[in-house]
């Protein structure tokens, strides 16, 4: 089993920075892959960004490209999501996945753990 801790919601005004964390515990997290997801209200769940278990593959939706960089730090067992120049249809609950896969990330279609989500909110 894999417990996924998601924190660094918040507040922010438009063109703000934040960086959320999802910190792993119960195995180790080195073949895993792990994804940032977000859902906003009325809306489904939706992909952002993907890293792979070593951190050299990554995706990014193109709504975020530029603006997002996805990271991990496997010796502390947390990746990262830093996300800049936020704007209000990034406001939505972000919840990170992980999978035990050494794929590329373009294989990867579901996940094996989830984490409790955090809330962005990005204000006009």
């Known amino acids: 089993q894999v417990q996924l801790v998601e924190s660094g919601g918040g507040l922010v005004q438009a063109g703000g920075s934040l960086r959320l964390s999802c910190a792993a515990s119960?195995?180790?997290?080195?073949?895993?892959?792990v994804g940032w997801f977000r859902q906003a209200p009325g809306k489904e769940r939706d992909v952002v960004a993907v890293?792979?278990?070593?951190?050299?593959?990554?995706y990014y939706v193109d709504s975020v490209k530029g603006r997002f960089t996805i990271s991990r730090d496997n010796a502390k067992n947390t990746v990262y999501l830093q996300m800049n120049s936020l704007k209000p249809e990034d406001t939505a609950v972000y919840y990170c996945?992980?999978?035990?896969?050494?794929?590329?990330?373009?294989?990867?279609?579901?996940?094996?753990?989830w984490g409790q989500g955090t809330q962005v909110t990005v204000s006009s």
């Open positions: 996945a992980a999978k035990n896969t050494v794929q590329p990330v373009a294989l990867i279609h579901d996940y094996d753990y």
């Open positions: 119960g195995r180790t997290f080195t073949n895993y892959a």
């Open positions: 890293v792979n278990w070593s951190g050299d593959n990554t």
